[in-house]
């Protein structure tokens, strides 16, 4: 990941992002990404669900979770990282072929790209990391319309279309959520300065 991330000119934010992970821990994966990794896989049945990951960056969640044996839809909207996580997606292919086959991704942005697909409904665990890029509020309010449509939402509501660095910020967006129908459930698994909820559609 390293060398396409440098054969690709990366920009230095991006290219420190997974340096340091990569080159001096030895690892792909973020602590967040572990956790809900572990989340994920301790909580939802592999063969019922299928797992649709917005904003996936190079894909090293979405390609832990089909090797775990999920099928997983990565969606990205920024040119570069989808052009490496294309890549990356490759370079998986020709090493497992199986978790290729249950990996795809797709370029565009989150809701707009899925329209008139099947990939948003009950049986569909909906994850969005990092995504501390301010949204507009219309995005946001699609975004937030979209959640009900699939069987479980799983979110940090400080990195969550804008940057929520304090309690209040974040109690506005989990109130935001429960006036569309959703209840949030805190996963205690997740890293510091990580706040990742649970969410659904409340029942009645």
Known sequence: MVDLL????????????YEDRIENEGRALSLYDRAIFDYVLANFDLVGRQIVHAGIGLGTLALALATAG?????IEQDEQRFRI?????????DAWPSVAERYAIVAGEFPTVLGGTALLGPDTVLIFTNCGATWPEELTARVIAS??????VILDTR???????SPDERRQLLDRLRTQGMAAVPIPTSPPDSYYHHVKKRLG
């Not at 230095?12 to 992002?17: D, M, R, W």
């Not at 999920?70 to 990565?74: A, K, N, P």
């Not at 990195?159 to 660095?165: A, H, I, K, P, S």
């Open 70 to 74: 999920y099928r997983v839809t990565g």
């Open 159 to 165: 990195l969550f279309g804008q940057v929520r660095n």
């Open 6 to 17: 440098k054969s690709e000119g990366a920009s230095a934010g991006l290219y420190a992002f």
């Open 147 to 152: 959640l009900a449509s699939c069987g479980d």
């Open 85 to 93: 996580a294309t890549r990356v997606q490759g370079a998986v292919r």
